[in-house]
T-cell receptor, first 111, second 112 residues
Framework: AAGVIQSPRHLIKEKRETATLKCYPI?????VYWYQQGPGQDPQFLIS???????DKGSIPDRFSAQQFSDYHSELNMSSLELGDSALYFC??????????FGPGTRLTVL | QQQVKQSPQSLIVQKGGISIINCAYE??????FPWYQQFPGKGPALLIA?????SEKKEGRFTISFNKSAKQFSLHIMDSQPGDSATYFC???????????FGQGTRLTINP
């Protein structure tokens, strides 16, 4: 069965640089979510999109922005990176009113 | 403020034993309670989920028990195996909102 695809899987950036993370949801899933997971912590909700419109927003820094495109893939853009942004970033997708399925994640390291 | 509280933080169980992880929530608007299993460096994988209109749900060796009045739910893993060693997260969400609020996680180790 098709799963959520995330790219890149690993990303190393310097402080103050910009990063773009991509997510390709499971086909026919109408909602995409982004979560951030720090070392030894639980995933924290950042933002979600339903049918290409932002549907909910969590503790996402103003330096971050996201969007969902016409083909339903989503991108998380992170600017002015800080050391504290180093984390695993997960994308999840869900069918209408269905459970969330997570991708393999992108490990971002900010040096 | 942690909206979903999970315990214990870590748990060691012998092979063949029963692993029990507990979660408690405050927000009575939550109406969907999934459990996720996560291996190091991997994404959370959905194990089993329950809605508050039932008190128990079983899928294979995994059982969720739900106590609506106490606002608590738990995961039972029967006949625990070394391959079950992972971090387990409970979560909660509200119908319509759907963003997941996670517990702090339990690192489960099954000794052979």
């Amino acid at each position: 069965a098709a799963g959520v695809i995330q790219s890149p899987r690993h990303l190393i950036k310097e402080k103050r640089e910009t990063a773009t993370l991509k997510c390709y949801p499971i086909p026919r899933h109408d909602t995409v979510y982004w979560y951030q997971q720090g070392p030894g912590q639980d995933p924290q909700f950042l933002i979600s999109f339903y049918e290409k419109m932002q549907s909910d927003k969590g503790s996402i820094p103003d330096r971050f922005s996201a969007q969902q495109f016409s083909d339903y893939h989503s991108e998380l853009n992170m600017s002015s990176l800080e050391l504290g942004d180093s984390a695993l970033y997960f994308c999840a997708s869900s069918p209408p009113l269905g459970p969330q399925f997570f991708g393999p994640g992108t490990r971002l390291t900010v040096l | 403020q942690q909206q979903v509280k999970q315990s214990p933080q870590s748990l060691i169980v012998q092979k063949g034993g029963i692993s029990i992880i507990n979660c408690a929530y405050e927000n009575t608007a939550f109406d969907y309670f999934p459990w996720y299993q996560q291996f190091p460096g991997k994404g959370p994988a959905l194990l089993i989920a329950i809605r508050p209109d039932v008190s128990e749900k079983k899928e294979g060796r995994f059982t969720i028990s739900f106590n609506k009045s106490a606002k608590q739910f738990s995961l039972h893993i029967m006949d625990s195996q070394p391959g079950d060693s992972a971090t387990y997260f409970c979560a909660a969400s509200m119908m319509g909102a759907q963003k997941l609020v996670f517990g702090q996680g339990t690192r489960l180790t099954i000794n052979p």
